[in-house]
């Protein structure tokens, strides 16, 4: 069912609904932006020589004079969303901001799409009045019975109906763990442990945009689809991974030696001046440290390779993707992080085990697609337990990844649990609290939100990401099978991310943070099967090997 501002649910059964591409118009906007940003701006420097501040301008009125004219401002909104997410999530609206005061530009783009979306002629759903009289007469039905050896059955009766209006309560979780920790948060701020009450305000300010970003990406998913919010970021991320390639091909950025014999090949034809190589003094959108090559954009990297590979197998875009693949790889081979590898590895890993869950349906063998995935997980942890004992062993490297840098780590964490055990309940708050008491940078997300917040607001970090990472899977195992290869790819990002975030200097980084909880999202509002945690002793007893003399 399609309504005035163009948005198309994921539950419509009509048929105009099944014949039209619900995602087609957001990536379509999606990809002009990212072509505006990245092509039409930078060509229009180099070669007609004018100033970028207008052609930026220019170019942002033609966008938005083509999405009225289209008159789908659902869809145009999203597009600039997310892509304006994935490529400069600090973006102001104007030339000076103020800190605490001013918002940011997606701020006001996450307000318009929610403003869109959650108005009434928006969420004008495909159920007749009849449906919600009937269900309302239900709930009231149940509630009109009385007697004491009645009360418990008739609450429950209750419950059971008043789900049907709900969604599923581990997407309440998510959000309500990321709220929680956003007003903790606020409430380690107040309590002033720490030497800045400012940057803790600003820090708490931060995840609560996260939150909305959360929100918003859940609400599209769940109004639109799914893919109105992974396409456009996708095509977001592309842009913001080209112009971080093109600065490690030109040698402002990165480490282009990593390359091998590629490298100055690579930079022998590469052009001078580089294509994104322009002023970007009072652009907005081009300004600040997220553009460009740098470690925050080895996460956005890492993301995307998850996103693009598992659309391989199953996409129309199988085509493109591996250039998304690419670019996201040779950001981080360029930053020489083995973070960023360890990272990489969880990444493909899980898509591999995806595709290798394809090849087994393919061969047609049950008991091989029963095992897959409870045997992936196992080959996974042997993996991990043997690279911990050769750590532990004294190996300097791992998989190709540098361990001689651990022992700092472990000291920072070491610091991280010295300071919970200071300040257990609200730490010394977010921002560079913990560095300006310690004069130390906590390079774990995780170990750093314990040290800013306490344990609370720690528990409350974890059950959002865990939360997030359950909902992604379980969207993977038991969704529909056409749209597996998405959620393959958002647990794949999830997961890559998490574990880059476990040994870097995350917190410092609004644009991977951002990318992470809009993936969240996607998975939080996305259509899911009636999966509760009760049931996974079930799923595991069909999931493990029929006996010997069973031929089913």
């Given at each position: 069912m399609v309504d005035r501002f163009g948005t198309i649910r994921h539950d419509a059964r009509s048929a105009a609904a099944s014949a039209f591409d619900a995602v087609r118009p957001?990536?379509?906007?999606?990809?002009?932006?990212?072509?505006?940003?990245?092509?039409?701006?930078?060509?229009?420097?180099?070669?007609?020589?004018?100033?970028?501040?207008?052609?930026l301008a220019a170019g942002t009125g033609l966008y938005g004079l083509a999405v009225a004219v289209s008159g789908r401002p659902f869809d145009?909104?999203?597009a600039a969303l997310f892509v304006t997410v994935a490529f400069n999530v600090n973006a102001y609206p104007g030339p000076y901001p103020v800190p605490l005061a001013d918002p940011l530009l997606v701020d006001l783009l996450a307000v318009g799409v929610l403003g869109v979306a959650l108005s009434d002629r928006a969420l004008d759903r495909p159920r007749s009045p009849r449906t919600i009289r009937e269900r309302v007469g239900r709930v009231r039905a149940i509630g009109d019975r009385t007697g004491w050896n009645r009360a418990i059955g008739t609450w429950r009766e209750r419950a059971g109906a008043l789900r049907e209006w709900l969604p599923g309560t581990d997407g309440w979780l998510v959000v309500?763990?990321?709220?929680?920790?956003?007003?903790?948060?606020?409430?380690?701020?107040?309590?002033?442990?720490?030497?800045?009450?400012?940057?803790?305000?600003?820090?708490?300010?931060?995840?609560?945009r996260y939150l909305l970003l959360l929100v918003t990406a859940a609400v599209v998913a769940r109004e639109a689809d799914p893919r109105a919010v992974?396409?456009?970021?996708?095509?977001?991320?592309?842009?913001?991974?080209?112009?971080?390639?093109?600065?490690?091909?030109?040698?402002?950025?990165?480490?282009?030696?990593?390359?091998?014999?590629?490298?100055?090949?690579?930079?022998?034809?590469?052009?001078?001046?580089?294509?994104?190589?322009?002023?970007?003094?009072?652009?907005?959108?081009?300004?600040?440290?997220?553009?460009?090559?740098?470690?925050?954009?080895?996460?956005?990297?890492?993301?995307?390779?998850?996103?693009?590979?598992?659309?391989?197998?199953?996409?129309?875009?199988?085509?493109?993707?591996?250039?998304?693949?690419?670019?996201g790889v040779a950001s981080v081979v360029a930053s020489g992080s083995h973070a960023a590898i360890v990272g990489l590895y969880g990444t493909v890993g899980v898509v591999a085990v995806y595709w290798l869950s394809l090849v087994a349906d393919r061969l047609g063998g049950a008991r091989a697609r029963r095992l897959v995935w409870?045997?992936?997980?196992?080959?996974g942890g042997a993996v991990a337990l043997w690279a911990a004992v050769a750590v532990l062993g004294g190996a300097d490297r791992v998989l190709f990844v540098r361990t001689n840098t651990l022992a700092i780590r472990l000291e920072q964490?070491?610091?991280?649990?010295?300071?919970?055990?200071?300040?257990?309940?609200?730490?010394?708050?977010?921002?560079?609290?913990?560095?300006?008491?310690?004069?130390r940078l906590i390079h774990s997300l995780p170990l750093q939100q314990l040290a800013a917040t306490g344990v609370p607001g720690l528990l409350a970090y974890v059950t959002a990401q865990a939360g997030a990472t359950w909902l992604a899977a379980k969207r993977l195992l038991w969704g529909r099978p056409a749209d597996r290869w998405r959620w393959a790819g958002v647990l794949a990002a999830l997961v890559g991310v998490s574990l880059y975030s476990l040994w870097v200097v995350a917190y410092r980084w609004p644009s991977v943070n951002a990318v992470y909880w809009i993936l969240a999202g996607a998975a939080v509002g996305g259509p899911a099967p009636p999966v509760r945690l009760a049931d996974l002793a079930s799923r595991a007893r069909v999931a493990l090997p029929a006996p010997l003399g069973d031929d089913s």
């Open positions: 957001a990536t379509a906007f999606a990809a002009a932006l990212v072509g505006l940003l990245v092509v039409a701006v930078p060509a229009g420097y180099h070669l007609l020589g004018l100033p970028v501040a207008p052609l145009g909104l999203c309500g763990a990321l709220a929680a920790f956003a007003g903790w948060a606020y409430l380690s701020a107040a309590v002033g442990n720490g030497p800045s009450t400012g940057a803790a305000v600003q820090y708490a300010e931060e995840h609560l992974l396409s456009p970021l996708a095509l977001g991320l592309c842009g913001a991974l080209v112009f971080a390639v093109d600065e490690v091909a030109a040698g402002r950025a990165g480490y282009l030696v990593n390359f091998g014999a590629l490298g100055p090949a690579v930079a022998r034809w590469w052009p001078s001046p580089s294509p994104t190589a322009f002023p970007a003094g009072a652009t907005v959108i081009y300004e600040g440290a997220a553009v460009g090559q740098s470690r925050a954009t080895v996460g956005l990297g890492i993301a995307l390779v998850g996103l693009s590979l598992a659309a391989v197998p199953r996409s129309r875009w199988r085509a493109l993707a591996p250039v998304g693949a690419l670019l409870p045997g992936s997980l196992a080959a964490y070491a610091l991280a649990l010295e300071l919970a055990a200071r300040y257990p309940l609200f730490g010394l708050g977010g921002g560079l609290n913990v560095h300006r008491t310690t004069g």
